[in-house]
C-alpha cells in the first residue's frame, strides 16, 4: 500500500484549464449602424507617440521589410519594423533611406552640384550619371550663381559643349529659405513655370533643393505617416541585449524601436528594454508576450507591447516547446491590462484574412503586424521562385535555422552553435504566393478591416474597440463561412480557401 499519499491534487488541478480562443473561434456580432465601410476611420496609435492611418505593420522579418517595403509601408499610411539580421552600419542605411525617400527639401549632401569652372560637356556627363535633370552652380562658398538643366545644353542652343557652365546656365536663380513648405514652394515653381528650386538659408548659402516630382510625389501619398520634420516614419527591430544598435537606431531617428523577442516576460529581457528605453528617444515596443502577468511588468515603461507566442504561419514554436497562446485570447489579456495605462497594443501573427485583423482590435489590439500578408509583394527582399508553373517568394520564420545562422539566435534568447545540427529552430523556411504591389494588399485589408467596422457601427478604432461584441462559432460555423459547395473558378483578390 502506497503511503504517504498526497492530500491535494496539485497535478490534477491542472487540467482544469481556462479555454483559450482564436480567429476562427469568434464572429463579430453585426449592429445597428448608421457607418458605410468608407467612412471608417482606421488612424490608430501604435506607441505614445505615434500615430498612423492604417493600424497594420509590417514585420521585422529578414523575408519581409527592409527599406523597400518600409518606404512603400509608410507612405500607404501603416508603419514598416526593420529586421535585425544585418550590420548596424547597414541598418543606419536602411533608416536613411527611408528617411530621405520623400523628403520636401533634398539636403546639400544629396544635392548634384556643379561649380563654375566645369565645361558644359562636363555638367552634362555629371548630370547624366547622377540621373538628375539639372543642377545648381555654386562657388566654393557655397552661394548659388545660377542654375542648369538638361533644356539649357540641347544642340539647337548653340552652346558649345567646352564653354564654361556659366555661359548656359539660367543665373537669374529663383531661390526658396529654408523653412518653405509644400505649398509655397509649389506655388513658387508653378508661377515661374520650373522644376527644381535652390533652398537657401539666410546667407544665400546653397542648403538644398525642392523638386517639382518630389511636391507632387508627397502630394499622391495623402495617408503617409510622417514625422514632424515630413519625413516618412519607420520602425526598427533590436535585440534587448544591444544598447549599442538601439543608440545608433536612434541617432538616425528611427521613430519606433521594437524589441524583438520570441518572449519578453523574461526578467533579463526586461532590464535590457529598460536601459533601452532610458538610453533613447525614440518610442519603445516590448514584445512578445501572451499574457496579462507579462503586461503588468511591461506597462510602467513601455510605449507599446505586442502581442503573440507562435501564432505565426511559419512560426513552430508552440509545438516545439509546448509554449504559447492562442491569439485573440493573449490580446484581451494584455489589452485589459494596457488599456488602464493608455499603452497601446500590437497584435503579432497568426492574421490570414482581413477579418482576422479586425477581430484583433476587437480583442483590443490598436494595430496588428503581418509578415507572411506582406512577403510575396513585389517590395518584400525574398527572392521569386517558381514552383509547378506559378510564381512564389522566399519566406521564412525568424526562428528558422537560416534565420539563425543570419544571426537571429538572440531573439530566441539562445547562443550560437559550434554546428548547424546544433540549432533547435521554433521557425520554418517556406514560400508564399507571389501577389504583386504592396499598395494592392494594403487595400484589400484594410477595406476588409472598415467593412468589419461597417458591421457594428463604428466609424472610429477607439469607438469600434468599445462597441465590438463577439459570438462563439463551432467548427461546423466556420465552415459555413467560407465559401462551399461550389468550385471557385475566378480567384478573389482577398480571399483562399484554407485548405491552400
Known sequence: MAKDLPSD????????????????????RPKESRVEP??????????????????????????????????EMAR????????????????VEEIDRVKRADELI??????????????????????????????????TRGEVLGIISSTDIRPHLEVNEDDPVTEAMTDEVITAHEDVD???AFDLMYEHKIERVPVVDDENLLVGLVTMQGILQRREYKEAVRDENGRLRVGVAVSPFELDRAEAADDVDADVLFIDT??????????????????VDADVVVGNVGTREAAAELVDFADGIKVGIGPGSICTTRVVSGAGMPQI??????????AEHDVPVIADGGIRYSGDAIKAIAAGADAVMLGSYFAGTDEAPGRVVTMNGKKYKQYRGMGSVGAMKSGDTERYLKEDPDEEDEYVPEGVEAATPYKGTLKSELHQLSGGMQSGMGYVGAETVPEFKDRAEFVRVSSAGQAEGHAHDVVITDEAPNYSPQSE
Open 106 to 139: 533634398i539636403p546639400l549632401d544629396d544635392v548634384v552640384t556643379a561649380n563654375p569652372e566645369m565645361s558644359v560637356r562636363e555638367v552634362d556627363e555629371l548630370m547624366a550619371r547622377e540621373g538628375v535633370g539639372g543642377a545648381p552652380v555654386v562657388n
Open 182 to 184: 509644400s505649398r509655397d
Open 9 to 28: 491534487e496539485f497535478f490534477t488541478d491542472k487540467l482544469r484549464v481556462p479555454e483559450a480562443l482564436t480567429f476562427d473561434d469568434v464572429l463579430l
Open 38 to 71: 468608407d467612412q471608417a476611420d482606421l488612424t490608430s496609435q501604435i506607441s505614445t507617440n505615434v500615430e498612423v492611418s492604417t493600424p497594420i505593420l509590417s514585420a521585422a522579418m529578414d523575408t519581409v521589410t527592409e527599406s523597400g517595403l518600409a518606404i
Open 329 to 338: 485570447t493573449a490580446v484581451a489579456q494584455v489589452a485589459d491590462v494596457a
Open 262 to 279: 520570441a518572449h519578453a516576460h523574461n526578467r533579463n529581457v526586461i532590464d535590457g528594454a529598460k536601459e533601452i528605453k532610458e538610453s
Open 76 to 91: 500607404q499610411g501603416g508603419l514598416g519594423v526593420l529586421h535585425r539580421n544585418m550590420t548596424i552600419d547597414r541598418m
